[in-house]
């Protein structure tokens, strides 16, 4: 390890130094990650992404926090595990870092059993490939990160925050789902998906909007390349429309969403469509790419939309859809005070946005034009009976704010 580095274990950190938090936060084939030095609260240092990992020349790019200056280079990246290398190798050569308190890595599934952010143990790790198949789309690289940052620093805690846990007390008649009921006990149930998200958000409505909002009646959209909704009441979720795994609800970037069961059944017969070609179809080749046959980024089909009858389509469903789940949850939640919207398409896709909304003043939303073309905080008009908002998500500073807390809290230290 480069003199340049301490690498220190929360439990022998000393008390009144500088700590940092790593956060790691792995998609199907990119990484994000943020260094924040840790406080109340934490601020960020820099951040940056690792794009086309198993391809050749993997890309990263980081980007000082401070500066704003981005830095652009090239790996070998076969895996997510082999970023682990070139990222601390990085991270020990340019920001030496002083003190690192701990890694935090979203972990997309949790299962029945954590509701909590967890450190790392041998116990965890063996839940989380028990959890594999689940979600085979994510956890086993993630748990690959994990092991690759283990064998690098041994000593090192890592902390597991799980998309999972923001929904693990929704009531059970939206956690059932309808089929024998043997399986509910083999763990077979709505679970729901960007909790990091959705848990940041909550804080976030809470800081700006003040409690009573923040304790309201509140949908949140999180519309990006993956999609969903929360029902959330009191600050607790009592709905949201991912389901066992990430692919069920709106329809996504290339994800289905909600689909006819009846389909496996007939594409096996009539086109003998294995379940593996029908998984793989639904997560990689549907939603926005499968309905337009173009591409599964919504600024590509918003700028065909008038050219091309296939971008209009699949924009059109994909909003109407959402509107379908507004009025759900609204019925869900008896009634409705606060929508908010985020993700890469709810923070930057006004037409979008006004899309959704159209048409549901009987519920009480009522879009601003000029505010949402500016994508301003509040995009409601003044008066109108719902608060629709436009809040950025920030997964990563949830996640750091998750180890801190719980690696501080377990050894009674305070930086």
């Given amino acids: 390890m480069p003199h340049n580095v301490t690498v220190t274990p929360a439990a022998h950190a000393d008390p009144g130094a500088d700590f940092f938090v790593l956060t790691i936060n792995a998609g199907s084939s990119s990484i994000k990650f943020a260094l924040f030095r840790v406080g ?40 997510h595990a082999a970023c682990v290398g070139p990222l601390m190798d990085w991270l020990e050569q340019k920001v030496r870092v002083a003190k690192l308190l701990g890694v935090g890595h979203r ?14 143990t041998a116990a965890v ?13 994510h956890l086993p690289a993630e ?5 690759a940052v283990t064998r690098r620093y041994p000593d090192l805690a890592q902390v597991a925050c799980f998309d999972t846990a923001f929904h693990r007390d929704m009531p059970k008649v939206a956690r059932l789902l309808p089929i024998p009921r043997r399986y509910a006990e083999m763990g077979i149930q709505r679970y729901g998906f960007h909790g990091l998200s959705y848990a940041f958000l909550m804080k976030e409505l809470a800081r700006i909007g003040g409690s009573d909002e923040a304790n309201g009646r509140v949908i949140l959209a999180h519309l990006g390349n993956g999609a969903s909704m929360a029902a959330v009441r009191s600050g607790k979720s009592v709905d949201t429309t991912m389901s066992f795994t990430p692919a069920a609800g709106l329809p996504m970037s290339t994800r289905s969403g909600d689909l006819d069961p009846g389909l496996v ?27 337009s046959d173009i591409s599964s980024d919504m600024r590509d089909l918003l700028a065909r939309e008038s050219s091309d009858v296939r971008a209009a389509e699949a924009i059109a469903l994909f909003c109407y859809q959402a509107k379908k789940w507004i009025g759900a949850f ?48 509040i995009i409601s008009k003044d008066g109108s009976k719902v608060r629709v908002r436009v809040i950025r998500t920030d997964e990563e500073v949830e996640i750091a704010k998750s180890v801190y807390e719980l690696l501080v809290a377990s050894v009674g230290m305070v930086p």
């Fill in 265 to 291: 059944s007939y594409l096996a017969r009539t086109e003998r469509m294995s379940v593996v070609q029908f998984h793989e179809m639904v997560n990689a080749r549907s939603g926005l790419l499968g309905v």
């Fill in 40 to 79: 109340r609260p934490p601020a960020r240092v820099l951040s940056g992404k690792i794009e086309r990992i198993g391809l050749p020349e993997s890309r990263v790019t980081v980007t000082d926090a401070a500066s704003g200056q981005t830095e652009h280079r090239t790996i070998e990246a076969s895996d």
């Fill in 125 to 137: 790790l063996a839940e989380l490939r028990r959890l594999s198949p689940y979600d085979p789309e």
């Fill in 330 to 377: 609204a019925a869900a939640l008896g009634g409705l005070d606060t929508v908010v919207f985020t993700g890469g398409i709810g923070e930057n896709a006004p037409n979008v946005r006004a899309r959704i909304c159209e048409g549901l003043g009987f519920l009480g939303i009522e879009l601003d034009g000029a505010p949402n073309a500016a994508g301003e905080p």
């Fill in 107 to 120: 972990v997309v599934h949790g299962g029945m059993r954590y509701s909590q952010p967890q450190q790392v």
């Fill in 143 to 147: 748990i690959g990160l994990i092991e």
